[in-house]
């Protein structure tokens, strides 16, 4: 099966990288966790861009544009209060951002960026990429 996702990966690449959703999208279709998928393109040597949580992959990291992610000035106190309540060691898995995500109907880019405006930090990505 490993040989049939690598090829799938080759496939979908767009503009050389594996885009976030792209990568879930592959592990759902060879019922294989996304870890799988983040670890076989690693291994192709392949980049994962376009993070769903807004974390990497949006330009040169150089130029400090990798990353979408910014603190929210609008502050939803019962999401704010539900991130506090799932913190390990300062960190917030990404799968349990989704979680929160869906619990209260939002984008996931909201989520993370409400995970930003309190200093937590992000990890680990469903896909391994940190």
Request: aromatic share 6%; glycine share 10%; net charge neutral.
């Amino acid at each position: 099966m490993i040989e049939e996702i690598k090829a799938k990966i080759k496939s979908s690449l767009v503009n050389g990288q594996l885009p976030c959703t792209v990568a879930h999208v592959i592990a759902y279709e060879f019922g294989v966790k996304p870890l799988q998928v983040g670890q076989t393109a690693d291994e192709m040597e392949v980049a994962l861009s376009l993070c769903q949580l807004g974390c990497f992959g949006y330009g040169p990291k150089a130029e400090g544009k990798s990353k979408i992610l910014r603190p929210t000035t609008k502050k939803d106190e019962k999401l704010m209060e539900r991130l506090r309540s799932i913190v390990v060691e300062g960190s917030i898995p990404c799968i349990s951002l989704w979680q929160i995500a869906a619990e209260f109907g939002l984008e996931r880019l909201a989520v993370s960026n409400a995970a930003e405006t309190l200093g937590l930090k992000i990890g680990p990505c469903q896909l391994g990429c940190f």
